[in-house]
């Protein structure tokens, strides 16, 4: 999570908001989109050195495969959005459906 000070510690000085505003600079570097077919999945896998990685769930037909994060297995929802570190281990076991649609991505940190 990120913590910002409470407004009244920033100084009112453009140099100030200009520091403050760069502290928290990141950006999407890369997305893309991936609409699964039964019997595909997406091996055991990170996104290091980037320093978040998202998924957006446009679509999670019943019995969609979980997402495996860290060995923990998370069933998520069409309209979720599932944010982690991009050093932390995922994958996605063999569909048992068709049309499980995700937009995923990364993010980086940008000084």
């Given amino acids: 999570m990120i ?17 403050y505003k760069r502290q928290y600079s990141f950006r ?4 893309w989109g991936l609409l699964y077919k039964k019997g595909e999945g997406v091996a055991k896998h990170n996104h290091f050195p980037y320093s978040l ?5 446009v679509n999670t037909p019943d019995e969609s495969s979980p997402v495996i994060l ?5 069933r998520p929802t069409a309209g979720q959005v599932l944010f982690f570190q991009g050093h932390h281990y995922h994958e996605v076991p063999p569909s048992n459906v068709d ?13």
């Fill in 99 to 111: 049309d499980r649609c995700v937009i995923a991505g990364l993010i980086t940190y940008a000084p």
């Fill in 28 to 31: 999407v570097c890369d997305a």
């Fill in 53 to 57: 990685a998202f998924v957006y769930y």
């Fill in 3 to 19: 913590r910002r000070p409470p407004r009244s510690t920033l100084s009112s000085s453009s140099a100030a908001s200009d520091v």
């Fill in 70 to 74: 860290n060995g923990e297995e998370i």
